[in-house]
């Protein structure tokens, strides 16, 4: 089955920080861009950041920037998302995706994503 499996999600105080990895399983990670999305209880998913083939990073979260951010490693197959100094606002399960078009655009519905995985929980406590 092709997807991507995250981890690296736990449970942190708020200034904390945490790095999640995506790993893609049954696919090369090669000319695939990779974007992080996010999901609160009760809300819609969101779109965190995304990084494309080339290294080009997108923010999809004003909220993020300067705090989050994401690079990937190619030969392990492997999209980190960096979470620096997290507050209990960022909590929520967090997921990888690919975009049906290789590029990132926040303008790219989340229905136009493939690949997702089950996503890892990430809980910021005040």
């Known amino acids: 089955q092709l997807q991507f499996v995250e981890s690296g999600g736990g449970l942190v105080q708020s200034g904390g920080s945490l790095r999640l990895s995506c790993v893609t399983s049954g696919f090369s990670l090669d000319f695939v861009s990779v974007g992080w999305f996010r999901r609160v209880p009760g809300k819609e998913r969101e779109g965190v950041i995304c990084?494309?083939?080339?290294?080009?990073?997108?923010n999809f979260q004003d909220s993020v920037k300067g705090r989050f951010t994401i690079s990937r490693d190619n030969a392990k197959n492997t999209v980190y998302l960096q979470m620096n100094d997290l507050k209990p606002e960022d909590t929520a399960v967090y997921y990888c995706?690919?975009?049906?078009?290789?590029?990132?655009?926040?303008?790219?519905?989340?229905?136009?994503?493939?690949?997702w995985g089950q996503g890892t929980q990430v809980t910021v406590s005040s």
């Open positions: 990084i494309s083939d080339g290294g080009v990073i997108t």
């Open positions: 995706a690919t975009p049906k078009v290789p590029v990132c655009s926040q303008y790219i519905a989340l229905t136009e994503y493939k690949y």
